[in-house]
């Protein structure tokens, strides 16, 4: 547990402040990796006051436990949100941003953590510069296992702001998750039942924060994602061939509905990003020896938006599927 107290963490705070940053955290399961994350929090120095606000979905391990013991020891830095019965991904989110009474909200699971104890400081000073943008964001390192690994997000040298249009075809993955400060009022852009539906809602809350005036890119890293580490939601989604799908239709009908709420003005970006889901579900199904569905999302991405053949670092990135030259030939046909 982390050794400062909450008298050394707030001192540099004006006592007659209000929170001006809540720290959203998505907890499920996260045992194993909370600590780490609760500690990347609690090591942020910034001369505004935080407040942790956990979203505690009735866990099966001990994550409302170690929740509670740091709540025991920073009783004015934690807020714990949860209820009796598991509420779902999606529910625990929206329940837990509207249990953030603030003007910028940070997002980082429990699973994943920060590390640079100056990125609150940073982001908000940096957003404060740019009072147009209401959502900032920064790269992020990937740990796979115990290896850190490739640099995600890295998407510029030196910091830009990035247009709507570009974090729609940039989808969920342009802006990693545990880097993100936004405004807390965008999240009323789009109507909460929208939030409820997505199944990816990260995307469409970074699309949601970028209308007012794009996306502030920080080129510098300071969080760590941790790729499908066992148990998580992606994990166990993408193995199962009735829950992808189900998770593609849902997501499929989310971009239609967020194209009507857009008034089409960002119809061809939305486009852009159906074919390409449709173009991985083709590869899934590839993969599976599935290849009437293979056929059939093929043709429909082309339909959407017509496609080029995969470029060899593209099929470097589908490199399980053997043999890949099998991609290239039905395509083809």
Not at 174 to 186: E, G, I, Y
Not at 208 to 217: D, F, T, W
Not at 224 to 243: D, F, L, M, Q, V
């Amino acid at each position: 547990m982390f050794d400062k107290s909450e008298q050394e963490i707030m001192k540099n705070w004006n006592k007659d402040d209000e929170v001006l940053v809540s720290i959203l955290c998505m907890v499920y399961n996260h045992e194993r990796y909370l600590p780490k994350a609760l500690d990347s929090f609690l090591m942020q120095e910034t001369n505004f006051p935080f407040l942790i606000v956990a979203g505690e979905d009735c866990s099966l391990d001990n994550s409302m436990k170690i929740l509670k013991e740091y709540k025991q020891k920073y009783p004015n830095l934690i807020k714990i949100v949860s209820s009796e019965n598991n509420v779902g991904q999606l529910e625990n989110f929206i329940r837990t941003m509207n249990a953030c009474e603030s003007e910028y909200v940070a997002m980082c699971d429990g699973d994943d953590y920060w590390t640079d104890k100056h990125k609150l400081q940073i982001q908000i000073d940096e957003m404060k510069k740019h009072p147009q943008c209401a959502l900032s964001f920064h790269p992020a390192q990937e740990l796979y296992g115990d290896r850190l690994d490739k640099l995600l997000a890295k998407h510029h040298d030196g910091n830009k702001i990035f247009t709507t249009a570009e974090i729609i075809e940039g989808d969920g993955s342009f802006c990693p998750t545990a880097s993100l400060v936004l405004k807390k009022r965008t999240f009323a852009n789009f109507p909460e039942q929208f939030y409820k539906e997505a199944p990816f809602g990260d995307h469409f809350l970074q699309i949601s924060a970028s209308l007012e005036g794009g996306a502030l890119y920080i080129d510098k890293v300071m969080c760590i994602y941790r790729k499908e580490h066992e148990g998580s939601w992606s994990t166990e989604t993408y193995s199962n061939i009735e829950k992808r799908k189900t998770a593609f239709e849902k997501h499929m009908k989310s971009m239609d509905e967020l194209n009507i709420l857009l008034d089409n003005k960002y119809k061809k970006e939305i486009n852009k990003i159906k074919s390409k889901y449709h173009y991985l579900m083709a590869v899934f199904f590839l993969s599976k020896n599935h290849l009437k569905e293979f056929r059939e999302y093929i043709k429909k991405a082309n339909d959407i938006y017509p496609l080029e053949l995969p470029k060899p670092k593209i099929l470097y990135l589908f490199r399980k599927i053997t043999p890949v030259i099998k991609l290239i030939k039905i395509l083809k046909t």
